[in-house]
């Protein structure tokens, strides 16, 4: 009885309108009607049959037949065939519009309901059809009748108007876009979809499948912004002391979202307070990032924070420097460094008054060559080497050369400001921190990452620095100089240059070097050398390591203390 039960649970003929429980099964509700019958075989699914409360359909599917059919979920099954279950009508759908793509032809919905669905070739003279309802108002849909035969033509069957032809090609390019490094462009979806399943695609319908399959696989980029409110507390609770702020619209429309991690604001304390900001545009939405950064102690790029923008303006670039310093405060020579863009400058004016700020010394040569055009290699060798003299002599003995090739120049880069762009000629020092490379290089490291959804962005931010810091840590412990490696490296390198050199002494800090037939001075007491290297690098140069060695002390005592290994 049990075994009879279990196989066919809807085959019972009742009356009575009752609710009952039985030990060995679900509750029921009786009915007054019978079971339902089709050819004289009881019809489980008929709206006559006894409906079961609080029973699991999938248990029980078709359990009529010899052997039980799986239920279909996934949209790639292409299984289609009389009796076939599926998960509910979407699937259905889905795997229709699949199934006709991939064997070229088209349908026409002929009947669509919570219970029904009939498709029907375009063609009247066709046969194909497909019949399907829902398994005893259930969710469940089943195929109770189909032919697949083709009795129209192949014209008509292939030049049909195609359903959701863009869903179907979306699915099969999936896989395409699971790894961010792969490009895959419209023009080679079209390729694609012509070679292997012989489909002609326009150059749109083969963007719109990109745009479908990428929301697919990383979610809709729009939605993204919603989520920012519950990524940021859980931000705040994993990274105590960091900084975050979300600004909206009075409509409470996205607006800013500024992060700079707790582990960012410890190792700025250590670092030289060089801050070089940057922007750059999302690609898989609108807005944009902005990013300011630093070196650390080894030379290393330290990301400090970093924001998610609806643009690059005025406003935009206030707040972040505004957040910028509720996070890090101002320091004794600190400095900006970024490209000329107007906004920038005027965002650390108005937040940071009386801070210099010094211009990419590569975005003003590119300015350069937009206005003159005279002896671009040799003007282009002249510039950077003004940019990084050490001397006032050095830059004037090349300007004049400038000179020699327009004149004009020389009164373009006065009106800029010589101490914009000029290592000579800055108020603050800001060693080799001249040019866009750290800027660069973090916009090289997340130009994929803009791709995404803006939280999956802010989180691409947070395991980078955290992975750039676990390894950094790992390379502090395994130094053994008192200098990190690249620093230690240039004193190594002028100290071996000091030895051809001859110290002249005239007092305990003051000394003139012999470096052939050139004379330098250097003062150990200020760290000054007449070449200008000890004071702008703030590393003893070869004429200083020449003073050094003479008085039996050592280089690294010498050198700043942003390059000591003990704050790496």
């Keep these: 009885m049990l075994i009879f039960f279990s196989k066919y649970p809807l085959c019972i003929a009742l009356k009575k309108r009752a609710m009952v429980e039985d030990e060995y099964g679900p509750i029921i509700e009786r009915t007054n009607n019978v079971v339902g019958e089709i050819n004289g075989v009881p019809d489980l699914y008929s709206n006559k049959s006894v409906r079961l409360i609080g029973m699991n359909p999938i248990e029980y599917v078709d359990t009529v037949d010899d052997e039980e059919n799986d239920i279909i979920s996934e949209a790639s099954d292409l299984s289609v065939d009389v009796k076939q279950v599926y998960k509910d009508k979407s699937v259905l759908a889905e795997v229709m519009k699949h199934y006709t793509f991939v064997n070229k032809f088209t349908f026409n919905v002929k009947r669509s309901s919570s219970t029904c669905y009939y498709l029907v070739s375009p063609s009247k003279n066709c046969t194909w059809f497909l019949k399907s309802s829902s398994l005893n108002q259930s969710g469940l849909f089943k195929i109770r009748k189909y032919c697949g035969t083709h009795t129209c033509s192949i014209r008509e069957r292939i030049y049909a108007r195609r359903q959701g032809i863009t869903d179907v090609v979306a699915i099969l390019i999936l896989d395409k876009f699971i790894d961010t490094k792969k490009i895959c462009t419209p023009r080679d979806i079209v390729d694609d979809m012509l070679k292997l399943h012989s489909v002609t695609l326009s150059y749109m319908q083969a963007w719109r499948s990109k745009e479908k399959a990428v929301k697919m696989l990383r979610g809709d980029p729009t939605k993204s912004y919603a989520r920012i409110p519950s990524y940021f507390y859980i931000l705040d609770k994993h990274y105590p002391g960091s900084v975050l702020s979300l600004e909206k619209t009075k409509d409470n429309r996205f607006l800013f979202a500024f992060v700079a991690l707790e582990a960012s604001i410890r190792g700025w304390e250590f670092c030289r307070p060089v801050v070089v900001v940057d922007g750059a545009h999302l690609k898989c939405s609108y807005g944009g990032t902005v990013i300011a950064s630093t070196l650390d102690p080894r030379g290393h790029i330290l990301p400090l924070a970093y924001a998610i923008v ?114 000579t000629h800055a108020t603050v020092n800001h060693t080799w921190v001249m040019t866009s490379n750290i800027a660069e290089s973090i916009n090289n490291t997340n130009r994929l990452a803009r791709k995404l959804p803006v939280v999956s962005l802010l989180d691409f931010m947070r395991i980078t620095i955290q992975s750039w810091s676990a390894k950094h840590s790992e390379e502090a412990g395994k130094t053994k100089t008192d200098l990190t490696e690249p620093y230690n490296k240039i004193l190594e390198d002028n100290r071996e240059i000091s030895h051809r050199m001859t110290v002249i002494p005239s007092t305990q800090f003051l000394h003139t070097i012999a470096d052939g037939a050139k004379r330098f001075t250097v003062c150990l007491r200020s760290r000054k050398c007449s070449c200008g290297r000890f004071q702008l690098d703030e590393i003893p140069c070869g004429h200083a390591m020449a003073a050094i060695a003479h008085e039996n002390k050592h280089g690294e005592d010498y050198c700043s203390e942003f390059y000591n290994n003990k704050n790496f």
């Design 310 to 423: 609806d643009s690059e303006n005025d406003a935009s670039w206030t707040w972040f420097f505004e957040k910028f310093r509720d996070a890090f405060g101002e320091r004794q020579n600190m400095c900006f460094v970024s490209n000329r863009q107007e906004s920038i400058w005027k965002g650390t004016s108005r937040v940071y008054p009386g801070l210099p700020h010094y211009a990419f010394i590569w975005h003003l040569w590119c300015n350069v060559i937009k206005k003159f055009h005279k002896n671009v290699e040799d003007l282009k060798k002249l510039f950077f080497a003004m940019a990084k003299a050490y001397t006032l002599q050095q830059f004037e003995e090349l300007m004049r050369k400038v000179d020699e090739i327009d004149k004009m120049i020389r009164k373009y880069l006065f009106g800029i400001g010589y101490h914009k762009w000029t290592r």
